[in-house]
């Protein structure tokens, strides 16, 4: 099944508010308030429950998902949900994990340095608020690698499915009637001047019955045409070699097999349902491409049999000449397209819509990491200490908002990797007749490491910049008998 890529931003979006609204619910109840006061640990088992079912319904998603049969919309639909409400329980069981966590690295952070040392105190010491801001940057990351990961593994499935049009490079333009096609190769020949156009015709009347048969030549199911009618222009794009010998009486098998062939045989009707046959001489002819094995009939033959032909695409050989980008954008330009439809075929190109939104998830996940230190209270005191150890106050703000960023994106990443791989089965799934194409789906790995080492360094280095020390202001001192 082709999905969409709003498609699938939209089906993430769900996953990422689905896991705020229990990352705050779980927040709240999780997460001490007070310096000495611990985490509730029933919190803690529960949430650990709740991913494992989470994973176990995202391995039930991707199991159902996995047979090459056909699906109906509410099959689809079904397993796409089960599997992503696995996701959502998986990331809203993971939530009540960092002020834990806090809690158990705190013994062990009193032989690290000053700066390392201090930000570990104040995250304890300032729990529901860290609690708070590393869950929400942990959302923000497994958003944004579940959605890296379902990317990738679509490119690789649409890549496999994908069936060029033409050979590498052919600019193709379609026109619906022969007045329109004149107007085309004109506006074409304008453009690009001295360049040779081939033009491929079809019978005019569809209803009346035509084709071409050769003995021991089987018809390929990658080829682009079943016959190609045309010019001696169309033949060389056809074979790819400008000596390939052209005959107005002579039919050309162009296939890659070693095949002799020295007649075709031609089925048509002069009046309706008069079935008529005849034999005419062929050559055999090795393609360009694989998907060019064909058999090619110069447009006289047709025409004797009594059909009018119309044509049906003008071609520019890429042997002959490589259309740009540019060359493209002028004839968008000066073809309408009710009149013309223009394609260059330039092989699979992977969509890129979704990098966008999954930036704007990591600078959203080292946003609310640096929040983890908000508030004029927050560096006031820090600032003291660091003062009176001699250490440079920058160096407390980074490690801080490093040490939120890397418990946040390494949870992100144990929600989002996994759930960007089950969700790729129910994506990935045939709503037709035909087997889906099954690629290995590769999972990015130097990507998701580039996320989770890069974004704490991203996050360290915005809180050093933008470092700022807030002074203790004292409050008015009391009135003394004396002072009055």
């Not at 088992?45 to 995202?58: E, I, K, R």
């Not at 010491?125 to 990351?141: E, F, H, K, S």
């Not at 009939?297 to 049999?305: A, D, G, Y």
Request: with cysteine; charged share 20%.
């Amino acid at each position: 099944m082709s999905v969409d890529l709003g498609i699938c931003i939209a089906v993430f979006a769900g996953l990422f508010f689905m896991a705020v609204a229990a990352g705050i619910s779980g927040t709240s109840i999780s997460a001490s308030h007070g310096r000495r006061e611990l985490t509730n640990r029933r919190i803690v088992v529960l949430g650990l429950f709740t991913s494992f079912s989470g994973v176990c319904l995202m391995a039930l998603g991707a199991w159902l998902a996995q047979e090459d049969s056909r699906y109906d919309v509410w099959e689809i639909l079904g397993i796409l949900l089960l599997t992503l409400a696995g996701a959502g329980l998986l990331a809203a069981g993971l939530v009540p994990l960092p002020p834990w966590l806090v809690e158990i690295i705190g013994p062990y952070a009193e032989r690290l340095p000053p700066p390392a040392r201090l930000v570990v105190r104040d995250l304890g010491r300032r729990r529901a608020g860290a609690a708070l801001a590393v869950p929400l940057a942990m959302t923000a990351t497994a958003f944004g690698l579940a959605l890296t990961v379902v990317a990738v593994g679509l490119a690789a499935q649409n890549r496999a499915e994908y069936r060029p049009s033409a050979r590498p490079g052919t600019l193709l333009v379609r026109a619906g009637s022969a007045a329109e096609a004149a107007t085309v190769r004109a506006t074409i020949a304008r453009e690009l001047p001295g360049v040779p156009i081939a033009q491929r015709e079809t019978v005019a009347d569809s209803s009346r019955l035509f084709g071409v048969e050769a003995a021991d030549v089987e018809a390929s199911e990658k080829a682009f045409y079943g016959e190609a009618i045309g010019d001696e222009n169309l033949l060389r794009y056809l074979t790819g070699d400008r000596s390939t010998p052209y005959d107005e009486g002579t039919a050309v098998v162009v296939t890659s097999a070693d095949v002799k062939v020295d007649s075709v045989t031609l089925t048509y009707e002069i009046d309706k349902d008069d079935e008529n046959t005849k034999t005419i001489p062929a050559i055999v002819a090795k393609p360009s491409d694989p998907h060019m094995e064909t058999i090619f009939l110069p447009s006289t033959i047709v025409r004797e049999l009594g059909y009018q032909l119309r044509p049906i695409e003008l071609i520019v050989d890429p042997t002959l000449y490589r259309v740009t980008a540019e060359d493209q954008r002028r004839l968008d330009d000066r073809l309408d397209d009710a009149v013309a439809e223009i394609y260059v075929e330039r092989g699979f190109e992977a969509p890129l819509g979704w990098l966008p939104v999954a930036a704007a998830a990591f600078l959203i996940a080292v946003f609310c990491a640096l929040t983890s230190g908000f508030g004029p209270d927050a560096n006031t005191r820090q600032a003291r200490v660091m003062r009176r150890a001699g250490d440079d106050f920058r160096w407390f703000c980074a490690s801080r908002a490093g040490l939120s960023a890397l418990c946040a994106t390494v949870l992100g990443a144990v929600v989002g990797c996994p759930a960007g791989m089950f969700l790729l089965w129910p994506l990935t799934i045939s709503g037709s007749w035909e087997e889906p194409v099954r690629p290995p789906f590769e999972t990015p790995w130097p990507a998701i490491t580039a996320v989770v080492v890069g974004l704490p360094l991203l996050a360290a280095a915005v809180a050093a910049i933008f470092a700022r020390e807030h002074p203790h202001v004292l409050g008015p001192r009391p009135l003394t008998t004396a002072g009055r």
